[in-house]
């Protein structure tokens, strides 16, 4: 899983890639450790992207989301296992804050950010 994870992550964020190589492989690593479909590893993928630009420690809303997939504190990991257990149950929209917002047009814009380039790529290459 994982050089299908990095071709498309070098395919659709190189200038991400060529400065956080070693961030990118762990969390790339990480992802496919967990027991994630192909469009959910891609959608971690992306996620990671966007929400830390790949950065491993990375902290956003003033200390209350951490790590590459900015998962909500307080949380036992900050990990893809704990991203893609949070993925599954609240759903995209709910991972990125907009449970309540689902008709803004910011919040759907958010999640098709996250989620188009996986689905499209999903449905031009076959993971291994």
């Given amino acids: 899983m994982i050089p299908y994870l990095l071709s498309f992550v070098l395919s659709t964020w190189p200038s991400l890639v060529a400065h956080r190589?070693?961030?990118v492989s762990?969390?790339?690593?990480?992802?496919?450790?967990?027991?994630a479909t192909p469009i959910e590893a891609l959608e971690l993928a992306n996620i990671a992207a966007y929400e830390s630009t790949f950065r491993i420690h990375a902290l956003g809303d003033?200390?209350?989301?951490?790590?590459?997939?900015?998962?909500?504190?307080?949380?036992a990991s900050y990990g893809a296992r704990e991203a893609l257990r949070r993925l599954r149950i609240?759903?995209?929209?709910?991972?990125?804050?907009c449970a309540n917002h689902?008709?803004?047009?910011?919040?759907?814009?958010?999640?098709?950010?996250r989620t188009a380039k996986a689905i499209l790529w999903r449905l031009g290459f076959d993971p291994p």
Avoid at 66 to 73: D, I, K, N
Avoid at 90 to 97: A, K, L, S, V, Y
Avoid at 102 to 113: G, L, R, V
């Fill in 62 to 75: 003033r200390g209350r989301s951490r790590g590459p997939f900015q998962v909500m504190a307080p949380s």
């Fill in 102 to 113: 689902i008709d803004s047009s910011k919040c759907i814009q958010m999640a098709e950010n």
């Fill in 26 to 35: 762990a969390i790339l690593a990480d992802i496919a450790g967990t027991d």
């Fill in 90 to 97: 609240q759903g995209i929209m709910g991972f990125i804050g």
């Fill in 21 to 23: 190589l070693y961030e």
